[in-house]
């Protein structure tokens, strides 16, 4: 799973190659919030003609419009043509919605005759209150789907909330609960949990004292909105030398003692959950 995703408008294919070039591990074509509805066929059309350039340097992956509208088919049927690597999901509303898509894409990869699956899957799964207490259906996934994000601007939107951070920037409650059940429920599932994304462009220390505590909370990855922020985002989400000498010496202490359940490292006590996180730890530091 990538470090960052970051989004460029639909509608501006201009921004693509630049896009690209901003150093994120993939980009989301985004037909949806960030494209007004009259501009939509147009903004399919500069998508598919860009995937199917070939020009790709990073995978690209493109946002569809909600599953309870009439969009998401027509974005879906003519951005396949591209080959897109994935699909982000928005607005989410239960697992159903998930599925639907996966069917589609099903049919659609079938008709192009692109292996089952070919197309991955991100749904946004906590854009509406409903969806919040939905959670627990998103535990049972397509294959497809190789992770789970989150929004809080629309979830704010639907609340009727003035704002969905305190005034030092974090988080309230509310929102604080629906990143938690994203993190619960992706770990139920089996599949990354991707973070939100950070409003803030300018103060790249504050993007990435955020992104540590993303990935200290345990999302893998992070949603990004404008290039300034994958450099600090790069930065919170690779293991640095202490956190990849620390894992490389857990599971050499494991190995040294074969058959043991629990050895002492450094005057403290491990166990089998170290070496699972001395072992997400070095698989983050190959993302390098």
Known sequence: ?????????????????????????????????????????HARDEITKWLASGDRAVPAWVRINPVEGEEAARDLAAVIEGRPDGIVLPKARDGDDVRRVDHWLEILEARLGLERGRVLLLPLVTESAGAVLAAPTFTRLPARVVGLTWGAEDLAADLGALANRTPDGEFEFTYQLARSAVLLVSAAAGVAAVDTVDTEIRDA???????????????????????????????????????????????????????RGAVALDGVMLDKPHVRQAERILAAARRR
Do not use: C, N, Y
């Open 1 to 41: 799973m990538m470090r960052s995703m970051l989004f460029v408008p639909g509608d501006r294919p201009d921004r693509f190659a630049k896009a690209q070039a901003s150093g994120a591990d993939a980009i989301i074509l985004d037909l949806e919030d960030a494209v007004v509805p009259e501009r939509r066929p």
């Open 205 to 259: 220390a504050a993007i990435e004292r955020r992104a540590r505590a993303s990935r200290r909370q345990g999302f893998v990855a992070k949603l990004a909105i404008h290039p300034a922020q994958i450099g600090p985002i790069h930065a919170a989400f690779t293991p640095g030398e202490d956190e990849v000498r620390w894992a490389e010496r857990v599971l050499a202490a494991f190995r040294e003692a074969p058959g």
